[in-house]
């Protein structure tokens, strides 16, 4: 079956720092998320991308946060300059058309020292 | 907007026993409703999902879920806990674009031996 992939796993990153967190949605689909989830608590939403462009996006998604679909394939968050506040694991999601349920990729942990 | 409530934070239950994990949501229309299964370290692996129709759900793993629009539920269900269901499970609702998918606080389940 067909998978949302991410990639790193595990980003260990110095505070103030740039990052970027890959993501590699099923081929087919057209929309694309990102979530957070800090340690311990809730998923939160963050994004949402169509057609090149963001559909719609939290509170959360300030002007540190960035996303862009550089390729066919690839989709990416990234953090311009990162905060403590940043640790959490994000995950990437996609889906086709009609509807259909998000399928999630296995997150990446982002570690901010 | 739209919003989740799971209102048990932690439930331990016997293997073999029945289970039961509430979610309430919050929304104007008729909602997408999801429930995600999380282990430790994992994705989010989706188990189930309402779109319309029968308000009874089959999902994956022997888990099924109810849609009750008169109480703004969709509670998960399964007859028999097995060990392997440890794990923590969230409670979803998306609009009717299926963007901005809100996720609940997420429910700890432990199964006793």
């Known amino acids: 079956e067909p998978e949302v992939t991410q990639t790193p796993s595990h980003q260990v990153t110095q505070m103030g720092q740039e990052v970027i967190l890959r993501c590699v949605p099923i081929?087919?689909?057209?929309?694309f998320y990102w979530y957070r989830q800090i340690l311990g608590q809730k998923v939160e939403f963050l994004v949402s991308f169509y057609n090149n462009e963001i559909s719609e996006k939290s509170e959360i998604f300030d002007d540190q946060f960035s996303v862009e679909r550089p390729d066919g394939s690839n989709f990416t968050l990234k953090i311009r300059s990162t905060k403590l506040e940043d640790s959490a694991m994000y995950f990437c999601?996609?889906?086709?058309?009609?509807?259909?349920?998000?399928?999630f990729g296995d997150g990446t942990r982002l570690s901010i020292l | 907007a739209q919003s989740v409530t799971q209102p048990d934070i932690h439930i331990t239950v016997s293997e073999g026993a029945s289970l039961e994990l509430r979610c309430n949501y919050s929304y104007g229309a008729t909602p997408y409703l999801f429930w995600y299964v999380q282990s430790p370290g994992q994705g989010l692996q989706l188990l189930l999902k309402y779109f319309s129709g029968d308000t009874l759900v089959q999902g994956i793993k022997g888990f099924e879920a109810e849609f009750k629009r008169s109480q703004s539920s969709f509670n998960l269900r399964k007859p028999s806990v097995h060990w392997s269901d440890a794990a923590e499970y969230f409670c979803?609702?998306?609009?009717?674009?299926?963007?901005?998918?809100?996720f609940g606080a997420g429910t700890r389940l432990t199964v006793k031996p």
């Open positions: 999601a996609s889906r086709d058309a009609g509807g259909q349920p998000q399928h």
């Open positions: 979803a609702v998306g609009a009717s674009n299926n963007n901005d998918m809100r």
């Open positions: 081929s087919n689909h057209l929309y």
